[in-house]
């Protein structure tokens, strides 16, 4: 398998990872990640599961990218329509998997929650160490910081926040009180970057992987800029 296969391969295990880590944070009844907040008070109040409704709401982050940055925007990045199937069905399959799973106390879903922003930031340090390509929430951070000029860590803390006060917006319209964001909202914003630095510092694995995305003589393959996993967490 060449480099660049592999490097394809390692992207595609992260999403995966990633899938599941959402669906765990999810299980802990706590509140879901920032990323997942619209979709998944979309699904406690409409038909569709968590997985479509991330489908659809990262389809639209797709589209937005070439829109914003035009001539700018690089082809490869369409891939991302592969990755939101493979993302939101795994979401699906992981929260069936996890169907068992009913925390009865604080304690059991703190560390539900905890071991969920875990597989989180493996699931990321996994997906963004081959620099192969964005998933669909980053890849309109990046469009966003691209056209503004403004960096990608600072962008992607307003996307995020964004995020949550639309779902907050919508809880409060349907059920009239918090529901799908909570306590774990705000633990996973905090700390799946942390686990990410802490992956990316001391798993072999991480660094392993991240040398696919280098040439011959060293010199970064030239893929469309990604962000660095502290950032992506």
């Known amino acids: 398998m060449t480099s660049k296969s592999l490097r394809y391969l390692y992207f595609f295990i992260g999403v995966l990872i990633n899938s599941f880590g959402v669906a765990l944070i999810t299980k802990a009844a706590l509140g879901t990640s920032p990323i997942s907040s619209v979709p998944y008070v979309l699904s406690l109040r409409f038909t569709p599961t968590l997985g479509e ?40 399959v992981s929260m069936n998997l996890l169907g068992w799973l009913e925390p009865q106390n604080i304690a059991v879903e703190l560390i539900i929650l905890l071991l969920g922003c875990a597989v989180l930031g493996f ?50 319209v349907f059920f009239h009180r918090l529901n799908g964001l909570g306590l774990g909202t705000v633990i996973s914003a905090l700390i799946v970057g942390r686990f990410v630095n802490l992956f990316n510092a001391r798993l072999p694995l991480i660094a392993r992987i991240a040398s696919l995305a280098q040439t011959p003589s060293g010199a970064q393959m030239p893929e469309q800029q990604m962000p660095s996993g502290e950032e992506a967490g």
């Open 123 to 172: 699931g990321i340090s996994v997906e963004v160490a081959p620099k192969a390509l964005l998933v669909p929430g980053e890849g309109l951070v990046g469009a966003l910081a691209q056209v503004s000029k403004i960096r990608f860590g600072t962008v992607k803390v307003a996307f995020d926040v964004t995020l949550v006060a639309i779902s907050l917006t919508m809880s409060l």
């Open 53 to 92: 409704f991330t489908f659809v709401m990262n389809l639209v982050f797709i589209i937005l990218q070439p829109v914003l940055l035009r001539r700018q925007y690089h082809p490869v990045q369409l891939l991302q329509i592969v990755v939101n199937v493979v993302f939101s069905w795994f979401i699906d």
